[in-house]
């Protein structure tokens, strides 16, 4: 198990969290994966966080999120960061950490605890016992009130922690932990473009996306013209971006992962239907959400017209 040096300045982007492709037996679809990948890195995303929430962690064997991580590492190049996901059992984490780093991951990030009865004591033991038995580049994500702001403070003191996945969207307590934190680890923004301009106003350099998945030179955009200083533009882009994450944001979240995955087959990639228990879609809600999707894929294929032409895209 190795690790190569981490720069923290490789986290003040955009993070693409990419849905997991899966063929009509339910299996991973392997193919289309890689390919995902690659035309993600194609359009400008450097900074990858597989098997993820989005990416449907919840449902995913330990063998097909290290096999994620290993498809996105190859399939992005050099220059691409990959964290993978650990969470669950103590046991399982390590299981998943060492082994994506074998498979060439940049660091793990530590999923939202689904464990009830919790406690920052228990929380900390746990981040501890992970850490120790994998040491590497690390992000923490918060979606809730535990990890408390506190406990926050005190991992950044660790050597291996490098950044913090925000989103619980308090924003005074957020600009609060950032102005206390003296460690310099990056404060990130976990909850997407409808969020991130208002936390990288209190402080944060990098966002995670997963509208990205469809449209990633729009997020791309904005994230560049906020991290500009500006804003009147950046909300422009988050002005087309919206409809995509307000969708999802319908019945608590629930359409989060679904409603990506159909506005993939816009696009012709079938990523196949989320597992169980993530929401399925009636024929009602695909047809809405094609009707959504039309006009921003008119907008991204334009924009990468528009960068391609002055040979700012590869894609």
Same mark, same amino acid.
């Given at each position: 198990?190795?690790?190569?040096?981490?720069?923290?300045?490789?986290?003040?982007?955009?993070?693409?969290?990419?849905?997991?492709?899966?063929?009509?037996?339910?299996?991973?679809?392997?193919?289309?994966?890689?390919?995902?990948?690659?035309?993600?890195?194609?359009?400008?995303?450097?900074?990858?966080?597989?098997?993820?929430?989005?990416?449907?962690?919840?449902?995913?064997?330990?063998?097909?999120? #290290?096999?994620?991580?290993?498809?996105?590492? $190859?399939?992005?190049?050099?220059? =691409?960061?990959? @964290? %993978? /996901?650990?969470?669950?059992?103590?046991?399982?984490?390590?299981?998943?950490?060492?082994?994506?780093?074998?498979?060439?991951?940049?660091?793990?990030?530590?999923?939202?605890?689904?464990?009830?009865?919790?406690?920052?004591?228990?929380?900390?033991?746990?981040?501890?016992?992970?850490?120790?038995?994998?040491?590497?580049?690390?992000?923490?994500?918060?979606?809730?009130?535990?990890?408390?702001?506190?406990?926050?403070?005190?991992?950044?003191?660790?050597?291996?922690?490098?950044?913090?996945?925000?989103?619980?969207?308090?924003?005074?307590?957020?600009?609060?932990? #950032?102005?206390?934190?003296?460690?310099?680890? $990056?404060?990130?923004?976990?909850? =997407?473009?409808? @969020? %991130? /301009?208002?936390?990288?106003?209190?402080?944060?350099?990098?966002?995670?996306?997963?509208?990205?998945?469809?449209?990633?030179?729009?997020?791309?955009?904005?994230?560049?013209?906020?991290?500009?200083?500006?804003?009147?533009?950046?909300?422009?882009?988050?002005?087309?971006?919206?409809?995509?994450?307000?969708?999802?944001?319908?019945?608590?979240?629930?359409?989060?992962?679904?409603?990506?995955?159909?506005?993939?087959?816009?696009?012709?990639?079938?990523?196949?239907?989320?597992?169980?228990?993530?929401?399925?879609?009636?024929?009602?809600?695909?047809?809405?959400?094609?009707?959504?999707?039309?006009?921003?894929? $008119?907008?991204?294929?334009?924009?990468?017209?528009?960068?391609?032409?002055?040979?700012?895209?590869?894609?």
């Amino acid at each position: 198990m190795m690790v190569s040096p981490f720069d923290p300045q490789s986290l003040r982007t955009v993070h693409l969290v990419p849905l997991t492709a899966f063929c009509p037996d339910g299996s991973l679809n392997s193919e289309l994966q890689a390919a995902h990948t690659s035309r993600m890195y194609a359009a400008g995303i450097r900074c990858f966080l597989p098997a993820a929430g989005t990416s449907e962690f919840h449902s995913l064997s330990a063998d097909e999120i #290290v096999e994620i991580v290993r498809i996105t590492c $190859e399939a992005s190049g050099d220059d =691409a960061v990959v @964290f %993978a /996901p650990v969470g669950l059992q103590i046991g399982h984490a390590v299981d998943v950490a060492r082994r994506s780093l074998d498979a060439g991951a940049s660091g793990i990030m530590f999923m939202p605890f689904s464990h009830p009865y919790m406690s920052d004591s228990g929380a900390l033991d746990y981040y501890h016992a992970v850490m120790d038995a994998a040491p590497c580049p690390t992000l923490v994500y918060k979606k809730s009130p535990l990890p408390s702001n506190a406990l926050l403070l005190e991992l950044a003191k660790n050597p291996n922690v490098v950044g913090v996945k925000y989103a619980w969207n308090e924003m005074h307590e957020f600009r609060t932990t #950032v102005t206390a934190d003296s460690t310099g680890i $990056e404060w990130l923004c976990g909850s =997407a473009e409808k @969020f %991130a /301009p208002y936390y990288m106003l209190a402080g944060s350099h990098g966002y995670t996306t997963g509208a990205g998945n469809v449209c990633p030179h729009l997020t791309l955009a904005m994230h560049a013209a906020f991290a500009a200083g500006e804003y009147d533009e950046g909300m422009a882009w988050q002005q087309q971006l919206l409809p995509i994450e307000d969708y999802r944001a319908r019945a608590g979240d629930s359409f989060n992962i679904s409603m990506l995955k159909q506005a993939m087959a816009v696009l012709d990639q079938d990523f196949g239907p989320p597992r169980p228990p993530q929401r399925q879609l009636t024929d009602a809600e695909r047809a809405e959400i094609d009707a959504l999707i039309k006009p921003i894929v $008119e907008a991204e294929d334009q924009l990468r017209t528009e960068l391609t032409a002055v040979g700012l895209s590869s894609n």
